[in-house]
């Protein structure tokens, strides 16, 4: 089958750097995406990450290794709306795009 | 425009009703979603359309029937549901496989379906 693991939970202070990780087992990997849903909210797309390396967008970076069928999601100078969830998402061979378990993260004053 | 638009936000619904939830887009996005998603749950794919042609469908029961009359409209039709479809039903569009953009999934805010 395929999956997608991730920690339940996190939790950071405001400031802080907190690295969110990602191991899946999937039919075929056509690029790992994460994305960040506030409680209530819709999805929103933070990164994309097709080849191996560190990609950077801002305060937010993500990271793939395809040999480790690994990744993570790194946020740095935490802010207290940064708590939320996110999940990360896998495009496997059918063209679907599969989510992880999701990572709720908890960010404290 | 860069947002998908989902109605109702809202809708109650006893098990003999029939209803439709509506989503729409102007990005000219070729592909179109719907997930399902329980709370504290991920997104759960049901239907994908590519090029207004339904390309996926993952084994949704058949009290669920999607329609996509044009490349910027998605429908969901209810009928007979259970309490336990009970859910936030989100719609969302992408450029289609084969590009990194299909990777990138612009959601509607969702519309929260609770049965009685």
């Known amino acids: 089958g395929q999956s997608l693991e991730q920690p339940s939970e996190v939790t950071a202070v405001e400031g802080a750097i907190v690295q969110i990780n990602c191991t899946y087992q999937?039919?075929?990997?056509?690029?790992l995406s994460w994305y960040q849903q506030h409680d209530g909210g819709a999805p929103t797309f933070l990164s994309y990450?097709?080849?191996?390396g560190l990609e950077e967008t801002g305060r937010f970076s993500s990271f793939l290794s395809r040999s480790d069928s690994y990744g993570y999601l790194l946020l740095q100078e935490l802010q207290m709306k940064d708590s939320a969830s996110y999940f990360c998402?896998?495009?496997?061979?059918?063209?679907?795009?599969?989510f992880g378990t999701g990572t709720r993260l908890q960010v404290f004053p | 425009d860069t947002e998908v638009t989902q109605t109702p936000k809202h809708l109650v619904m006893g098990m003999t009703n029939k209803k439709s939830l509506k989503c729409e887009q102007h990005?000219?996005?070729?592909?179109m979603y719907w997930y399902k998603q329980k709370a504290k749950k991920p997104p759960e794919l049901m239907f994908v359309?590519?090029?207004?042609?339904?390309?996926i469908n993952e084994s949704v029961p058949s009290r669920f029937s999607p329609e996509c009359p044009n490349s910027s409209l998605l429908n969901l039709h209810l009928h007979a549901l259970q309490p336990e479809d009970s859910a936030l039903y989100l719609c969302?569009?992408?450029?289609?496989?084969?590009?990194?953009?299909?990777?990138?999934?612009?959601f509607g805010a969702g519309s929260r379906l609770t049965v009685l």
């Open positions: 998402a896998v495009r496997d061979n059918t063209d679907k795009l599969i």
């Open positions: 999937t039919s075929g990997f056509y690029g």
């Open positions: 969302a569009s992408s450029h289609t496989g084969g590009s990194s953009g299909a990777n990138v999934l612009t």
């Open positions: 990450n097709a080849l191996d």
């Open positions: 990005m000219g996005h070729r592909a």
């Open positions: 359309y590519s090029y207004e042609k339904l390309s």
